[in-house]
T-cell receptor, first 114, second 115 residues
Framework: GAVVSQHPSRVICKSGTSVKIECRSL??????MFWYRQFPKQSLMLMAT?????????EQGVEKDKFLINHASLTLSTLTVTSAHPEDSSFYIC??????????FGPGTRLTVL | GESVGLHLPTLSVQEGDNSIINCAYS??????FIWYKQESGKGPQFIID?????DKRQGQRVTVLLNKTVKHLSLQIAATQPGDSAVYFC??????????????FGSGTRLLVRP
């Protein structure tokens, strides 16, 4: 299967700082990438759809000014959590869509905000 | 798709026994389903998929059954092993005509394998 990577795998930051998470498709070009958030013992909740070269589409209830998404190339999307607070602590997972609709998931990034 | 949900949040089985994980869906127009396995601290991994023109599909130690009449699908794992311990999600991928490409996940079932 295709490979999607995320960096960092885990990050701890102080409240009020911003954190950037990278999602890369390593062996295919992804016109669409997705960002999910997963709280403990819960399912994956879609946050936004990231399209290369255009603005991201956010799901209802997700603050676009807080979760900045940039999809600058066909292999890279970034999620920046701005002014992070403890309630933003979560497991953030990206996926990349390959032509043909297959989606491949990254390994996730564990964010802990102190 | 619309909501996709699971009947059982946690399933505990003895190593070597068979496991059955269930999933209900509400959108009768859904025509394709995927089962994912998510190990602790990792992203979901594709296990097996099934299209609505089938009612059964088998993989290595896994079988997915689809009952369109009652909008239910199940994942059966034969001879469950400790490495099968994970959370399992069913997902309803978007139809070909759905340009959103959004994947809707069920609530998940945690499978615990007792040694």
């Amino acid at each position: 299967g295709a490979v999607v990577s995320q960096h960092p795998s885990r990050v701890i930051c102080k409240s009020g700082t911003s954190v950037k998470i990278e999602c890369r498709s390593l062996d295919f070009q992804a016109t669409t990438m997705f960002w999910y958030r997963q709280f403990p013992k819960q399912s994956l909740m879609l946050m936004a759809t990231s399209n290369e070269g255009s603005k991201a589409t956010y799901e209802q209830g997700v603050e676009k000014d807080k979760f900045l998404i940039n999809h600058a190339s066909l292999t890279l999307s970034t999620l920046t959590v701005t002014s992070a607070h403890p309630e933003d602590s979560s497991f953030y997972i990206c996926s990349a869509r390959r032509p043909g609709n297959e989606q491949f998931f990254g390994p996730g990034t564990r964010l802990t905000v102190l | 798709g619309e909501s996709v949900g699971l009947h059982l949040p946690t399933l505990s089985v003895q190593e070597g026994d068979n496991s059955i994980i269930n999933c209900a869906y509400s959108n009768s127009a859904s025509d394709y389903f995927i089962w994912y396995k998510q190990e602790s601290g990792k992203g979901p991994q594709f296990i097996i998929d099934i299209r609505s023109n089938m009612d059964k599909r088998q993989g290595q130690r896994v079988t997915v059954l689809l009952n369109k009449t009652v909008k239910h699908l199940s994942l059966q794992i034969a001879a469950t092993q400790p490495g099968d311990s994970a959370v399992y999600f069913c997902a309803d991928p978007p139809s070909e005509g759905d340009s959103s490409y959004k994947l809707i996940f069920g609530s998940g079932t945690r499978l615990l394998v007792r040694p």
